[in-house]
């Protein structure tokens, strides 16, 4: 852990060799067993972090419920100014930070620090946000009445998220909960305990210099029981969650059986549908950087490629070339453009997905393989894997965490392109390349994709904040991030006024006593 600076940024981030994982603020306990944390980069244990036990997890409730009572009544554009001086923090700590993400969850540094920039744009949407959290008013059809509506602070927002995106996910939900006068109890993925740690450690200090009361921000760490605390919790209005479809029916169902309210963002199977049309060259980068950037680990990734027959030849070769140039290896190193996969759990379903492919009928064009020797003694590296396959294997229906990229062809027009697309469970990302009005305008219709996200001319992956980000079908259709995905962080109130001495009622119904 000596190279690439790691130890450094560990200490400027206020992470110890063991770390107790639950706290409230800047307060930290815990006696639950450790979760270890490996550097999927090298094999490597980074640091030891303790798992939140119900006991920890009650006097977390308590003291998250407190501040809420707080929290909820200073003025949002008050709790804007906490944001801006949390995304101030971020940019003094964004090298440090984007190496942590780097190093445990094994994406290049590069994208590290892009997931922080991420952070800190959401927390400048949110201060713009603190002053227009509006609702509409509205005429009352009785005379001498008003009408208007507010949105009114939640309470506690229980957030999980997952490994892929270890920070920026917490960040897309807090900062909106933050200003929208919520309190969050975080469990990030316990694959990835050390990145919460440091991002709260960020977050306490601005609570702290504030002197707020600091169970606005709490932490919680464990495997999926400790994240069933809050499930089950009837504290906890709305649980955010992140992570796998499977992962996804059970927190909803739970939430769901408590009448709470889920935002759910889970799994992606996104593709770019490649016509006639196309620019290449665009096609090319756009595809490669979706398939194996994150080594194939965002929600977003690249799946499936839908090419059309006439150039399949062509787009099929430009790309087999680009994988050429691929380097894998160190993410920390900046000549490298795939890093590991989070871990050899991973790997072995990255490999048992070639195989079924390979089973089903796939042409393999470009061989995967886990990476030996020097540099890859973590046993996390895989080389990104193309191959030729059918949308309706099974292999090809599902997620696989992982960077193999399919290729699958279309004859005929776009609208059997868009078949193809929506013809998943998952709804999240899908994109269009082409330089034809008609093909673009189809796929954004009605009748187009039916994803949550649906780009032309770009790839499926890298949304920016200020959008909705979420998706339809088995991806959950929860939206966080931009556009209005604020409101679920509220509770909603209809308010009629009546400023006449007279009582009349609704509808004209007459009502004499
Ligand atoms: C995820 O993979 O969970 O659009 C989120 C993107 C990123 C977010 C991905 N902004 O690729």
Same mark, same amino acid.
């Given at each position: ?203 306490? #200090? ?7 009361? =600091? *169970?606005?921000?709490? &932490?919680?760490? @464990?495997?999926?029981?400790? %994240? $069933? ?121 990255? #490999? ?7 089973? =089903? *009928?796939?042409?393999? &064009?470009?061989? @995967?393989?886990?990476?030996? %020797? $020097? ?139």
């Amino acid at each position: 852990a000596a190279s690439f600076g790691i130890n450094k940024a560990l200490e400027q981030l206020g992470v110890k060799e063991t770390n107790l994982g639950t706290s409230i603020g800047s307060e930290f306990f815990g006696t639950g067993e450790t979760i270890a944390s490996y550097s999927p980069v090298d094999g490597v244990l980074i640091a030891k972090v303790t798992s939140t036990t119900p006991e920890d997890y009650e006097k977390v409730m308590t003291t998250a419920t407190k501040a809420f009572m707080e929290w909820r009544t200073v003025p949002a554009p008050q709790r804007g100014e906490i944001v801006r001086q949390f995304g101030e923090k971020l940019r003094e700590l964004k090298e440090p930070l984007g190496k942590l993400v780097s190093y445990e969850m094994g994406k290049s540094y590069q994208e590290g620090l892009g997931e922080v920039q991420e952070m800190i744009d959401i927390c400048d949407f949110a201060v713009g946000l603190s002053r227009q959290l509006h609702g509409l008013t509205m005429h009352s059809e009785r005379p001498g009445h008003r009408m208007y509506e507010q949105y009114h602070p939640l309470g506690v927002v229980g957030i999980i998220s997952a490994f892929n995106f270890p920070v920026a996910v917490w960040a897309w939900n807090t900062a909106l909960a933050w200003v929208c006068g919520d309190v969050c109890v975080w469990k990030p993925s316990e694959k990835t305990p050390l990145c919460g740690i440091a991002c709260q450690n960020i977050i306490a #200090e601005v609570l702290k210099n504030n002197k707020l009361p =600091e *169970g606005i921000s709490c &932490l919680i760490n @464990g495997d999926y029981k400790v %994240g $069933e605390l809050m499930t089950n919790d009837k504290r906890i209005p709305l649980v955010s969650a992140t992570g796998s479809i499977r992962m996804g029916k059970i927190v909803a169902q739970k939430v769901a059986a408590r009448l709470g309210k889920s935002l759910l963002e889970l799994g992606g199977n996104n593709a770019i549908i490649v016509t006639p049309d196309a620019d290449i060259k665009m096609t090319v980068i756009g595809a490669v950087f979706g398939a194996v950037g994150t080594a194939g680990q965002r929600c977003t990734s690249t799946r499936r490629l839908i090419i059309h027959e006439s150039i399949y030849d062509q787009v099929k070769n430009a790309i087999v070339d680009a994988y050429k140039q691929l380097k894998i290896g160190n993410p920390l190193d900046q000549n490298n453009h795939v890093g590991p996969l989070i871990d050899t759990d991973a790997v072995e379903m990255y #490999e048992k997905a070639l195989q079924k492919a390979q089973k =089903e *009928g796939g042409n393999i &064009l470009v061989a @995967g393989g886990v990476l030996k %020797g $020097e540099g890859y003694e973590s046993g996390c590296y895989v080389k990104p894997a193309i191959v030729e396959a059918e949308n309706s294997f099974e292999i090809v229906q599902e997620e696989t965490f992982a960077p193999i990229l399919y290729l699958l062809k279309y004859t005929g027009g776009v609208e059997n392109a868009i078949a193809q697309q929506n013809g998943v469970v998952q709804g999240l990302s899908s994109a269009i390349m082409t330089n034809n009005l008609r093909e673009a305008e189809r796929f954004l219709s009605a009748a187009g994709s039916d994803c949550g996200i649906a780009n032309v001319n770009i790839g499926t992956s890298g949304a920016e904040i200020g959008g909705a980000f979420g998706g339809e079908k088995e991806t959950g259709g929860g939206r966080e991030s931009g556009s209005d995905a604020w409101k679920i962080y509220m509770r909603r109130q209809t308010n009629t006024i009546n400023y006449t001495t007279e009582l009349p009622l609704a509808q004209g119904i007459k009502f004499d006593l």
